[in-house]
């Protein structure tokens, strides 16, 4: 592979960029008008424009970003994360001009990005699955009746849902009934696909996940757990490896089962499995699988000392693993803190603007993965993090520790941020005791 265009933007465009270049692989950028000063343009061999400002023109302009990887002679496409990563038909269209998507194949993609065929899948391999509907509902009638079947509280999830949308919990059959409308028409505006399927759900429980690799030929390994249980609206904020609330039996069953997972779809590159971990009974369920690099992929990086993105180019052109299951170490704890253009002190409310000042921390055990700089603009029509925060120590206590000290030298002018809440998290004892579920957010009140 000698050049490689990267459909994204922002902090994973500049990571991916910096690791081609290690590889002595030419990058290729493409930004929207809004992006046109943005990092990733300047650090890449070459940057295009591909559209206008809005997402729907630009970064998911499959033709626009067909030719420019054609035009200048790409051999691959790294998608990111988000916009076109797990896009079947992107990945299928890659294939068809000859150029290699850096990541599963479409039929992979396909597989596990329609929910209920991913489930059927599971099942087969042997992954354990909640219980729930044998596949999409028919009816809101069929929906009751299961419910009543299986107790309440039960879920509707969207098939094609992703990233806390086309998700809601219903608690007697008034909520169920109202519910399923509102959903179905959330998943056929959001996902252009409105099917549902129905789990009961699960109160109390901690959301972990496993990275994977596979390569062309066959080869899967697993490379630990990140736990993700801190989340605002189904959001991730933070994210730590190894997740403090496994035991060893339990971690290696579930590394097992996401090989397995991966395995039953002839999965290619890095993906992550991600499980609900049932805290009153320590059973672990399959929840969904990420065909992409994840944003949280750091943490990963830092406990075994594997370059993940590096490993999905050599991949994508034909390098067998050359790392077995046992040659993967855990070492340390590692903690990701997402830093967001957000003012946490009105419930989140997006900040975007020029950044006057931006001072980046340092010192051992700390990693800062941003395209921001003094004076860059974040504009309002994509995500707002500002940056990754990623600290490495050798226990959870010495990493909460490094993370409040980083958090104080961080410096960001001009916009909010979530620095505050993250320093506040980071003091409450609740957080730091490890007992706590997907609700801790919910039901704790982190600022005053």
């Known amino acids: 592979m000698k050049k490689v265009l ?4 922002g902090e994973i465009a500049v990571r991916i960029i910096r690791a081609l270049k290690e590889l002595n692989i030419q990058s290729v950028a493409v930004y929207s008008e809004a992006d046109r000063d943005a990092l990733h343009t300047q650090i890449a061999d070459e940057a295009y424009c591909i559209g206008p400002k809005q997402s729907k023109d630009s970064y998911l302009n499959i033709p626009n970003i067909l030719m420019i990887a054609s035009s200048t002679g790409c051999d691959g496409i790294h998608p990111g994360y988000g916009f076109l990563a797990e896009n079947a038909n992107f990945a299928e269209m890659c294939e068809a001009c000859q150029i290699k998507f850096i990541g599963p194949s479409h039929y992979s993609i396909s597989k596990m990005g329609i929910k209920d065929v991913a489930k059927k899948e599971m099942i087969k391999a042997d992954v354990p699955v909640v219980p729930g509907s044998d596949g999409l509902l028919e009816s809101v009638e069929d929906a009751l009746t299961l419910a009543n079947h299986m107790g309440y509280p039960v879920i509707l999830k969207a098939t094609a849902g992703g990233g806390g949308k086309g998700i809601r919990v219903a608690r007697n059959d008034e ?7 509102m959903t179905e028409q959330e998943a056929a505006t959001a996902f252009g696909n409105p099917g549902l399927y129905l789990e009961k759900f699960i109160e109390e429980f901690r959301h972990v996940e496993i990275q994977i690799l596979a390569d062309q030929y066959g080869n899967v390994i697993h490379l630990g757990e990140r736990d993700c249980t801190i989340q605002r609206r189904m959001q991730k ?27 039953a779809v002839n999965y290619e590159g890095a993906g992550t499995v991600e499980f609900i971990y049932d805290l009153a009974t320590k059973a672990f369920y399959f929840m969904e699988m990420n065909t992409r690099i994840q944003v949280e992929h750091p943490v990963t990086e830092m406990v075994t000392g594997i370059d993940l993105v590096k490993w999905q180019i050599k991949i994508a052109a034909g390098e067998r693993l050359t790392i077995q ?6 070492s340390g704890h590692a903690i990701e803190l997402r830093i967001n253009a957000e003012n946490p002190y009105k419930n989140f409310m997006p900040s975007p603007g020029q950044i006057t000042q931006y001072v980046v921390p340092g010192g051992y055990g700390v990693r800062i993965d941003s395209a921001c700089y003094t004076n860059y603009k974040i504009p309002p029509f994509y995500d707002s993090m500002v940056a990754k925060l990623i600290v490495h120590q050798p226990t959870r206590a010495e990493a909460i520790e490094c993370a409040k000290r980083a958090l104080d030298e961080f410096v960001v002018t001009g916009v909010d941020t979530t620095i505050p809440f993250h320093l506040a998290l980071m003091e409450n004892d609740i957080f730091k005791s490890n007992k706590y579920s997907t609700k801790f957010l919910e039901q704790n009140e982190i600022l005053s």
């Open 237 to 263: 904020l933070v994210e730590e490896s190894p997740s403090p609330i496994l035991d060893d039996t339990t971690r290696t069953a579930m590394g097992q089962a996401a090989v397995r997972a991966a395995e």
């Open 175 to 181: 909520e169920l009934r109202n519910g399923y409308m």
């Open 6 to 9: 990267v459909a994204n933007r």
């Open 325 to 330: 299951q046992d040659d993967v170490k855990m």
